[in-house]
C-alpha cells in the first residue's frame, strides 16, 4: 500500500501548523536556553560577546530545527494515519466487489 502522498501532505500541513503557531516560541524558549548555556559557560552576569550570542543563536536555531522536526513528524504520522483509515475500507470493498 502507497502512502507516500498523503504522508508528504501531513508533513506539510504539520509545517504550515508550525510556521502559525510554534515558531516564535520555538525562538523564544531556544534563546532562552542559549542565555542559560551562555550562562554556565562563561558566568552571570553574562557580556555581550561574540562567543555569548554565538551561543544564545545557536540554541535559537537548535530550538526552531527541534521543534520544527517535531510538527512536519507528527503530520506526516497524521496524514499516514488517516491514509490508512480511509484507504483500508475502500480496498476491502473493491475486493468484495471483484470476488477476490
Known amino acids: 500500500m502507497n502512502r507516500k502522498t498523503p504522508t508528504i501532505i501531513g ?3 504539520g509545517l ?3 510556521l502559525a503557531i510554534g515558531l516564535l516560541p520555538a525562538l523564544m524558549y531556544g534563546g532562552y ?3 542559560l548555556l551562555a ?3 562563561f558566568g552571570t552576569p553574562i557580556r555581550a ?3 555569548v550570542r554565538a551561543l544564545i543563536i545557536f540554541g535559537m536555531v537548535l530550538g526552531v530545527t527541534g521543534v520544527g522536526a517535531l510538527f512536519a513528524v507528527g503530520g506526516a504520522v497524521a496524514g499516514a494515519a488517516v491514509s490508512a483509515l480511509v484507504g483500508a475500507p475502500a480496498k476491502k470493498q473493491a475486493d468484495a466487489k ?3
Open 33 to 35: 536556553a542559549g542565555v
Open 39 to 41: 550562562g554556565g559557560i
Open 98 to 100: 471483484t470476488g477476490a
Open 11 to 13: 508533513a506539510a500541513i
Open 16 to 18: 504550515a501548523l508550525f
Open 49 to 51: 560577546t561574540f562567543l
